[in-house]
């Protein structure tokens, strides 16, 4: 059973920094594409990054424009992990930050996201 925990969530101020968590347990990312959603209050959940996977330390990764030169990724193998690091937050970078596991590589594209976490809160003050 795959499960997916996100963690790293707060509040901050304009111009703060977050890293968010993503501990996968009972999966093989190798292969497939794992990635970050976020949804705001009144807004549809939207693609923030993704990842694929060719190999254990070979990966493609992908940013939606909101977020390019301010958001990275980063992975520890040996702990399953994903890591989103957020810097320059903007008050737009306000919602409910999801974990995706499971996808299909489509191009240079991820689709077709399986397993989901619980998502976890960022709040960006002015």
């Known amino acids: 059973q795959v499960t997916l925990v996100e963690s790293g969530g707060g509040t901050v101020q304009t111009g703060g920094s977050l890293r968010l968590s993503c501990a996968a347990a009972?999966?093989?990312?190798?292969?497939?594409?794992m990635g970050w959603f976020r949804q705001a209050p009144g807004k549809e959940r939207e693609e923030v990054s993704t990842?694929?996977?060719?190999?254990?330390?070979?990966?493609?990764?992908n940013f939606a424009d909101p977020v390019k030169g301010r958001f990275t990724l980063a992975r520890d193998s040996a702990k399953n992990t994903l890591y989103l690091d957020m810097r320059s937050l903007k008050p737009e970078d306000t919602g409910t930050y999801f974990c995706?596991?499971?996808?299909?590589?489509?191009?240079?594209?991820?689709?077709?996201?399986?397993?989901w976490g619980q998502g976890t809160q960022v709040t960006v003050s002015t």
């Open positions: 990842i694929y996977s060719f190999a254990r330390d070979t990966h493609f990764a």
């Open positions: 009972g999966y093989t990312y190798v292969g497939y594409c």
């Open positions: 995706a596991a499971g996808g299909r590589k489509f191009g240079s594209a991820c689709t077709d996201f399986t397993f």
